[in-house]
């Protein structure tokens, strides 16, 4: 039996034990008399009293059927045995239990299987009911919690939309762990009996409670409290689930209480219809899809269109004599939704007011936005309709300069003046990593000194990054709005859309921060935080400020905005994208000029199966989300432990740890990685609660470097050509895994499949090279992980772009249309031996963006320095946007830079 150590969650930990115990009770129903008959009974025995903790949080396959089990066992009835435990897991496998009834006896079938789940078509899926569990908690005897049960299963109507199951514990801590470890849970009963302290001392099982948090301690509660506590828990670590206060005590005695997200009190009654009505709307709510319902029924009505799109309805498609293969790949509902129409019953997404409109608002609710927009063009599209909405022609824009460069083309087109904020480097790596929290404050508090505070109108940062680096987002808004209090941020999370449904990762994303923040700018324990510190800090220099955590006015403004790509990490057609606000001054100051941004970069024609596509995800993450982010990173979990303990891969790769790619003064934790060989898995919630950054587990970055290969060259000929591996992101010597929602296990082993082949491989290879093979293979690998250019900063930008020589901020609107005339630009030949920087100023005239790592390393109206010069040279990647290598580097010519420097800042940019 695999050790307890080795497993990252419970949820692993509980398949495989049923797995080992098909296994033990099919040898022993095989053999039952066997020499080592007596050994598998005491395994049989032992995976039984492993499952029995597990299995008491679950409603399948239930108490009674696991005692039945144990009978079995008892009576060394193996074959029986066998046959139950087959089916369980069968049913735990494929789902079957959410759709019907699972005998575990032997019946009149005598023993065949039942049908395999798998083998159902979409269509017979989708006409079951939806199944989800029911957690009641409530410290009662057996008698009454057969009561209990028999009570509510009385409550079942045929005409429900859904069936459920009850799971019944006893304490405010088993509940935690119930509701995060059993991703059936939608909704939580919280009755008077509940006690405080779990019996359960798995450890594995009590990890669960670290992920509540350092919160208020709950030991000094009153018994009479501990309801109502938990309903505020529920709320903090799964809002989406829908909790349910029944107790005997006075209203006016709950009024006055935290309850959380509480939907209905019922007080002093047994009511259990009304109770299982509003289980049942709760989960209706959620599972609501006003857009895609609204074009199901679309389809169905017969239309005659005298309008737009010969496709709609599939006409132009079965009218045809050559191209019926598009129908028959496609099938025939996509064109029958495919439409142009905004009536009969659909909406407008650019003036929504039907059920476009209602599914922004769910998925406002879903996010923890307060206003949520669609888009159906991507998160590039998003970032330009944020910025050009909320910054101005002349606005400062603090901005990460290794962002997506849809960010600095969104500066070119505001007008915004660009102060660009140098991530750390991983110059070993060949990539950047995230801004520290320090270098936005100096930059910040430069501007302050300049007085140019009033000017600085938005902060912008990516959240997290391609590589995996998440920001301690709170702390960062915190701090930056303690000196400038009414900042705007815009957070780009175009790959951090799922982690709102995981508890560990959702208090570091940017809807969850801004409603945390704006309830701590409320109470009065801030207000006097900020007063002592103020107090503290009257002669502070800068040195002092930038050392110290700084705490905000309490009239701070929150105002945050993100973009996510929900297609990126989340269910969705691609492209689909969305826009989440949180900003107190929303519909007083930016409303309309959002409105306008968001006329100027949507299509009058959006695709409705995108948007609907939208809806749906929304739905999903509401209902599955919890559970399916659990397995993304489990997933990833289980990649980084096979790849760190397989004594051949190691030869050839490794895995990059937070250790690895976040320095060790941003780790105020201390931990250097997820998952030790000789110590076991180390609890996120710790680094997650406090480093400054912290590392996405579910993104594996491997360094590849020492198979001889570089990134790019790993990844497309030999991941992709060979073995029809697809990934994206690579650096010189690394490429990047990155599991998601739709990643299973099958998927990871098929991975270290392959890595092992490929260390097989070069096993062979190196074995059978002769001295100078050999001597150019380890010459390869030291180039690629020793032997690496340096990683450029920021220049600066010319003179010409800027304002005066205070601050660095630089117009690169005026450098960018002042290259369209061709008569101001030149080039350069990088492999000009003759060439220096330093004797001459170059400027670059274009966006130059290698692949990797794939973003500007020069922008126009940047002076090209030695480093960025070196770094180009070195580069020995195929793919180099805004680079012709025929003609060389595209750069402003003295005379057209001479010309620039004489005009005033305000004419330059027109």
């Known amino acids: 039996m695999q050790s307890m150590s080795d497993y990252y969650s419970a949820v692993q930990l509980r398949a495989d034990r049923w797995s080992a115990l098909r296994e033990v009770s099919k040898e022993l129903a095989q053999s039952p008399q066997g020499r080592s008959a007596n050994k598998l009974h005491r395994e049989a025995e032992a995976l039984l009293e492993a499952l029995a903790p597990i299995e008491s949080y679950w409603a399948f396959p239930g108490t009674a059927a696991f005692d039945h089990l144990r009978r079995q066992c008892d009576h060394r009835n193996y074959e029986n045995l066998f046959f139950s435990t087959r089916r369980i897991l069968r049913a735990l496998t494929s789902g079957a239990y959410r759709r019907r009834s699972i005998p575990l006896e032997r019946d009149d079938a005598d023993n065949e299987e039942l049908e395999d789940e798998a083998l159902l078509s979409p269509e017979a899926r989708a006409l079951t009911k939806p199944y989800f569990e029911v957690l009641f908690v409530d410290n009662v005897s057996d008698q009454q919690e057969r009561w209990l049960r028999s009570s509510i299963q009385r409550m079942r109507r045929s005409e429900d939309s859904f069936t459920y199951e009850p799971v019944i514990v006893p304490s405010l801590e088993d509940a935690l762990i119930a509701i995060l470890f059993n991703h059936n849970i939608q909704a939580v009963v919280v009755r008077p009996g509940v006690s405080l302290k779990s019996k359960n001392q798995l450890p594995i099982l009590k990890r669960y409670l670290n992920r509540i948090g350092n919160d208020e301690d709950v030991e000094d509660l009153k018994p009479e409290n501990y309801g109502p506590e938990l309903c505020r828990l529920i709320a903090k670590v799964r809002p989406e689930l829908d909790a349910y206060l029944v107790t005997d005590r006075s209203v006016e005695a709950i009024a006055g209480l935290d309850l959380g997200l509480c939907r209905r009190v019922f007080y002093n009654q047994e009511d259990f219809l009304e109770l299982h009505l509003n289980i049942l709307r709760g989960v209706q709510a959620r599972y609501k899809t006003p857009f895609f319902t609204a074009l199901v029924d679309y389809s169905k009505q017969p239309t005659g269109v005298f309008h737009a799109m010969p496709i709609s309805r599939g006409k132009s498609i079965s009218r045809s004599h050559w191209i019926q293969d598009m129908g028959a790949f496609y099938g025939p509902n996509i064109f029958l939704a495919e439409t142009s129409a905004t009536s009969g019953g659909l909406d407008s997404l650019l003036e929504p007011h039907g059920p476009i409109k209602e599914a922004q608002e769910l998925a406002a609710r879903a996010f923890g936005a307060k206003h949520t927009f669609f888009a159906t063009n991507g998160t590039s599209t998003c970032n330009k309709i944020v910025v050009q909405a909320l910054v101005r022609p002349g606005d400062i824009v603090l901005v990460d300069r290794d962002c997506h460069k849809s960010h600095h083309y969104g500066m070119v087109l505001a007008g915004a003046q660009v102060v660009y904020l140098d991530s750390y480097p991983l110059n070993q790596y060949s ?453 012709r290598p025929d003609l060389g580097l595209r750069v402003f010519t003295p005379e057209a830079l001479a010309r620039q420097a004489s005009l005033p800042l305000s004419q330059a940019a027109e």
Request: charged share 25%; hydrophobic share 40%; net charge negative.
């Open 431 to 883: 990539m950047y990593g995230a801004v520290p929290l320090r270098e936005i404050k100096r930059q910040l508090l430069k501007l302050k000194a300049a007085g140019k505070l009033n000017r600085v109108r938005m902060l912008l940062l990516t959240n997290c990054t391609f590589d995996g680096i998440v920001y301690n987002v709170e702390r960062f808004m915190e701090e930056c709005l303690a000196i400038k209090p009414d900042l705007v941020f815009l957070w780009d999370e175009a790959w951090f859309a799922f982690a709102r449904f995981g508890p560990t990762y959702r208090q570091r994303t940017a809807m969850n921060a801004a409603g945390v923040l704006r309830e701590k700018l409320k109470s009065p324990q801030h207000a006097k935080a900020y007063a002592d510190q103020q107090a503290k800090l009257k002669d502070a220099g800068e040195e002092q400020l930038l050392e110290t955590q700084l705490i905000p006015p309490p009239d701070a403004r929150v105002r945050i905005y993100s973009t996510q790509s929900t297609h990126k990490t989340l269910t969705s057609l691609r492209q689909g994208s969305m826009i989440h606000v949180h900003d107190q001054d929303f519909k007083g100051e930016v409303e309309q000029a959002f409105h306008e941004a968001y006329m100027t970069h949507t299509s009058t024609s959006p695709n409705y199966q995108i948007i609907a596509s939208l809806d749906v995800g929304r739905r999903q993450v509401e209902l599955e989300g919890f559970e399916f982010v659990q397995r993304q990173v489990e997933a990833a979990m289980s990649m980084r432990r096979a790849i760190s303990t397989h004594p051949q891969l190691k030869k050839y790769f490794k895995v990059l740890t937070a250790g690895d790619m976040i320095p060790d003064q941003y780790r105020e934790s201390g931990i250097t990685s997820y998952y030790d060989p000789d110590q076991g898995w180390n609890d996120i919630w710790e680094s997650w609660a406090s480093d400054e950054f912290v590392l996405d587990a579910s993104r594996v970055t491997l360094a590849v470097g020492g198979t001889g290969w570089d990134g790019d060259t790993f990844k497309t000929q030999i991941l992709m050509d060979k073995y029809g591996i697809q990934i994206n992101k690579t650096s010189r010597n690394t490429v990047l895994f990155m599991t998601n929602i739709g990643t299973t296990r099958s998927s990871v082993a098929y991975l270290i499949e392959v890595l092992v082949k490929i260390a097989q491989e070069l096993d062979e290879l190196l074995d059978d090279a002769s001295k100078m093979e050999r001597l150019s293979f380890d010459r390869r690998v030291k180039n690629l992980m020793e032997k690496l250019p340096p990683l450029p900063d920021f220049s600066r930008f010319h003179d010409a772009f800027r304002s005066d020589q205070s601050t660095p901020e630089g117009d690169m609107r005026s450098a960018f249309f002042l290259s369209y005339d061709e008569n101001n630009c030149d080039y350069i030949d990088l492999n000009d031996t003759d060439l220096d920087v330093n004797s001459a100023e170059f400027v670059s005239a274009s966006f130059i963006i290698p692949y990797p790592p794939g973003f500007p390393i020069l922008v126009p109206g940047q002076v090209i320095s030695t480093e960025i010069l070196a770094f180009m040279r070195a580069l020995d990647v195929s793919e180099i946007h805004g680079y």
